[in-house]
Structures are given as structure tokens and as C-alpha cells.
């Protein structure tokens, strides 16, 4: 049970959901930010499939999944081989980081070139690529868009600074432009089971019957 998860974790000051700005179970969140899309985008189905979904990578926290501490599945993520942009959180750590002053690493592209994509970058690790990689596996059949957001919405130096867009090409500039908020602070609580049969039918939609994880 997700809400009785959270009660104990806050009994030992700790939160499940990841999210140090949202002081819910990550269920809630989940179904505050599709129902948040559903409204905002209604003829896209598989923007609110995405929202409800986009943090299912958490699951490597559960005790009874991967049991991975948190510091290794939450945060924001970057770029690795290539220059780390102040925008980046906490940026001033990566000084004491030995790729901080070597020269292959150091620059804009480092080991990557101008325009080479997004598909191309080693990203630093954590739920984001988690998520998208069991898409992946499993064929989901969400667009472009959708897996773009799954796979960079922590991104955080990018969709708040702008920044490594000289690594990006063409496709994840288009891409860029479908993000949408995915930490709705709403108080308005969906009605789960009102829902639940909508959300279910996309994932019959989009999703194979059984998943790899």
C-alpha cells in the first residue's frame, strides 16, 4: 500500500516519492499530473499516459524491487563526457570530479560533436533512463515525444537553462517543445476510481500485456 509506505517513511524523516517538493505519495502525484494534462491537452492520449507514468522508475527505490539508495535514482540528471554547465544542481561538487579538469572531458562537446543528438549522450543515471529503457525493451508504443519526456524530464539544466541545446539536433528540439510541467502542485485529488478504467485502457493501448523490468 502506497499511503502506508509513505506513513512510515516519514515516521523515519524519509520520503518514498523522491520528489523533496511534493509532501505526497508518488501514486498521487502520478495521477494529479496525467489528470493535470488531461485537461490541459484532452485529444492527447499519450501525454496523459506520460504524465501518469513518467516516474515509474522509482520502483528502484522499493525495498522489495532493487533496493537502490536514493542518491542513486533521484536528482538531476546530465550529461556525462563533456563539460558540466553551471546550470547543472549543485554544480560546484563537480570540481572535486576528476573528468572536472581533463581535457578530453572538459569542453562543450567533449566526446561528442555539435548536433549529434540527445540518443547519442551518456546521460548520468537514475530513474529517468530506468523508465525509458523498460520502454524501450518492451516496445511501448508511445511517440517520440513521449519518450523523450520519460527519459530527460530531470534534465533540469536543460528545461530551466537551456542549456547542452548545442548537443541536440533537429528531433529534440521538436521534442523539447511537447515538455510539460510534470510536478503539478495541485491540492485537487483525482477520484481513482472514476479514472482508473481511462488510464487502464491506455495502457492496454500503448503497452504490451506483460512488461520486462
Not at 576528476?98 to 530513474?127: Q, R
Not at 524501450?136 to 519518450?147: D, V
Request: neutral net charge.
Amino acid at each position: 500500500d502506497c499511503e502506508e509506505d509513505e506513513r512510515r517513511a516519514r515516521k523515519k524523516g524519509q520520503r518514498r516519492n523522491g520528489d523533496p517538493d511534493l509532501d505526497k505519495p508518488q501514486i498521487k502525484h502520478l495521477l494529479q499530473t496525467a489528470e493535470a494534462v488531461r485537461r490541459d491537452y484532452p485529444d492527447e492520449d499519450w501525454l496523459h499516459l506520460t504524465g501518469l507514468i513518467h516516474d515509474l522508475g522509482k520502483i528502484l527505490l522499493h525495498p522489495n524491487f532493487s533496493k537502490r539508495p536514493q542518491l542513486a535514482v533521484v536528482g538531476g540528471t546530465y550529461p556525462v563526457g563533456c563539460a558540466f554547465e553551471d546550470s547543472i544542481v549543485h554544480h560546484k561538487y563537480f570540481k572535486e570530479n576528476p573528468d572536472f579538469t581533463n581535457p578530453k572531458y572538459n569542453t562543450a562537446t567533449g566526446v561528442y560533436s555539435e548536433g549529434c543528438g540527445l540518443e547519442n549522450i551518456l546521460m548520468s543515471w537514475g530513474h529517468d533512463d530506468y523508465m525509458y529503457m523498460v520502454a524501450k525493451e518492451n516496445k511501448i508504443t508511445l511517440p517520440s515525444a513521449g519518450l523523450f519526456i520519460i527519459q530527460f524530464h530531470s534534465f533540469y539544466a536543460m528545461h530551466r537553462s537551456g542549456s547542452y541545446k548545442h548537443l541536440m539536433n533537429q528531433e529534440d528540439m521538436e521534442n523539447l517543445e511537447c515538455k510539460y510541467d510534470l510536478y503539478s502542485k495541485s491540492k485537487v485529488r483525482a477520484d481513482v476510481e472514476k479514472v482508473k478504467p481511462y488510464y487502464l485502457s491506455l495502457i492496454e493501448k500503448y503497452f504490451p500485456a506483460k512488461l520486462r523490468w
